[in-house]
């Protein structure tokens, strides 16, 4: 018994992620979080790309030079 509460003790992180993983799985959640993080993502290229205009223009024509 004392091997137990010693491994529970040292993966409680490890199981409560992997039941939270679990639920997320049998709910279709992750459709909703990969979404979530698309537009997330989407925004800060936006934002990224809006800031610095003229060396991503200069990046883009230098990779599309070399191909």
Known sequence: MNNFKDFISEY???????VVAILILLTNLYKLIIGIILIVLGI???NY?????YTV????????DKM
């Open 12 to 18: 409680c992180g490890a199981i409560i992620g992997a």
């Open 57 to 64: 223009k200069e990046k883009l024509k230098n990779f599309i």
């Open 44 to 46: 800060f290229i936006g």
């Open 49 to 53: 790309i809006q800031r610095n205009k």
